[in-house]
């Protein structure tokens, strides 16, 4: 298995994003909180068996991990909350550095590959390229609302088939608590019907439908009842509910994205 690993050490720098910490504590930049991040870079490649002519998975991530105040909370949670798949990392029993969270991933990915595809290739040489797979994972950050840094987990994973499945998972992070912070955390009780009507409402005029039976009659939340995904972007303006490609409509209509300003949500929304 060739692996290589980098470390990029140009910091990510993120002005005003801990405002919510105690006055006078860690400051830069004219009194500004701030945090850092570094990334962590592993290009990795194995053949699925002994022979050099035999199918190859190929694995890039380009993660990014906060340095300093709350630096561990924070890389633990978001190491642990999903943003890679398989998700073998929240199974870990204790914490790991970033870089040896990374490592293993990576190595067990490798080795559940040889396991569930060897088999199958040993019956199937003929068909190599079936047994090709790919991920890939770059993350990158923006700045949201006051206090919340929005840390985005894009992928791309590819495991033989008519295409590949791109993936954007978003996580909220509190800048005082190093907290990846839930809908529960951001939105009052009982926001869950209300947000949903909201959502279909706003489909309806993206898509040009009437309600939804008509959303549904163009394969959008067929057969599942509307729901407000707790994929969102906590932005600077407002709220970004994101679903995932083939998450609540066919492959064909990709990922859905639906912005709303804070004044929309404002009854919905946590003071």
Not at 121 to 141: C, G, I, K, M, P
């Amino acid at each position: 298995m060739k692996k290589a690993i980098y470390f990029i050490f140009s910091a990510f720098l993120v002005a005003n994003v801990l405002a919510a910490c105690g006055k006078g504590k860690e400051t830069d930049n004219g009194g500004q909180h701030t945090l850092d991040f570094d990334s962590i870079v592993i290009d990795t490649m194995a053949h699925l068996t002994n022979s050099k002519t035999s199918p190859i998975v190929e694995i890039h991530l380009n993660i990014k991990y906060a340095k300093g105040k709350n630096a561990d909370i924070i890389n633990d949670s978001l190491l642990r909350s999903g943003i890679l798949s398989p998700d073998y990392i929240s199974l870990m029993p204790s914490k790991l550095s970033v870089a040896n969270a990374l490592d293993s991933f990576a190595t067990k990915f490798v080795q559940d590959y040889k396991r569930d595809f060897g088999i199958l290739y040993a019956q199937d040489t003929e068909h190599a390229t079936a047994y090709r797979v790919q991920y890939s994972n770059n993350t990158f950050l923006t700045q949201g609302k006051n206090g919340i840094l929005n840390y985005f987990s894009h992928s791309y994973s590819y495991s033989g088939g008519a295409y590949g499945m791109d993936v954007l998972l978003v996580k909220n992070i509190d800048g005082k608590t190093g907290k990846i912070l839930k809908p529960t955390d951001v939105f009052v009780p009982g926001f869950e019907q209300p947000l949903a009507d909201m959502i279909v409402e706003k489909l309806c005029d993206l898509y040009q439908v009437k309600n939804l039976k008509g959303l549904q009659e163009k394969g959008i939340f067929q057969n599942m009842e509307p729901y407000a995904t707790d994929n969102f972007v906590l932005g600077r303006d407002g709220v970004d509910f994101i679903y995932c490609d083939s998450e609540i409509a066919p492959h064909a209509v990709g990922q859905i994205k639906i912005s709303f300003s804070y004044d929309d949500v404002e009854k919905v929304l946590k003071k």
